[in-house]
């Protein structure tokens, strides 16, 4: 992400009110919106900066939900800051590292397949639905810049709902459905979480 004369932090706070306002670095392309399993921003190319600030709350969380995958499989062994998740190039990379035929595809499928364990990992520890909100930092209203004022936390549990339905998830609970893990090679995990549904 090129951020020359722009700033990121205020970038974030437009997409997401509730950065806080000390978060005004132009080398910082990403925040935590949520744990780790939750939410989190999606990296945007220069030329629609201006556009996603529009978007709201929930169509960006939209983009989240459809890059977590992707977060996740580059999380397992490279950086977001070196690849800018790139899909294909990250798939080709672990394609020429492993001599495997590993498409786009099945990476999306393999950080997928993360995302759902950690999630399950995480119901079984205690850590539910009522964990996926923002520390008192985050969701707290900024006091200055574009979105003075504005707090995020009216619009989080149609953003929330939103995010689990996209990903295959209960939108009440957040525990993942069986047809999900099912579709993912993991229906075994969901005899375990039967007893949170």
Not at 75 to 92: H, I, Q, V, W
Not at 97 to 107: I, N, R, V
């Amino acid at each position: 992400m090129t951020c020359e004369g722009k700033n990121i932090g205020t970038f974030l706070r437009r997409v997401h009110p509730s950065i806080p306002p000390n978060s005004r670095s132009s080398k910082t392309p990403h925040c935590a919106m949520m744990n780790f399993d939750g939410p989190h921003a999606a990296y945007v190319e220069e030329p629609e900066y201006e556009q996603m600030a529009a978007w709201g709350p929930v169509i960006g969380q939209t983009a989240v939900a459809e890059t977590k995958g992707l977060m996740q499989l580059e999380d397992s062994g490279t950086c977001r800051f070196n690849t800018r998740m790139n899909l294909e190039r990250l798939s080709a990379a672990v394609a020429a590292a492993t001599g495997w035929d590993f498409t786009s595809e099945e990476g999306m499928r393999v950080g997928r397949r993360a995302v759902n364990l950690m999630r399950a990992f995480n119901l079984r520890a205690g850590i539910g639905k009522e964990h996926d909100r923002p520390s008192a930092r985050y969701g707290s209203t900024p006091v200055d810049g574009p979105s003075a004022g504005i707090s995020i936390l009216p619009h989080w549990e149609a953003m929330l709902r939103n995010y689990y339905e996209l990903l295959g998830w209960d939108p009440e609970t957040g525990v993942p459905l069986p047809l999900t893990l099912e579709g993912l090679g993991l229906g075994h995990v969901s005899k375990d979480l039967e007893n949170l549904r």
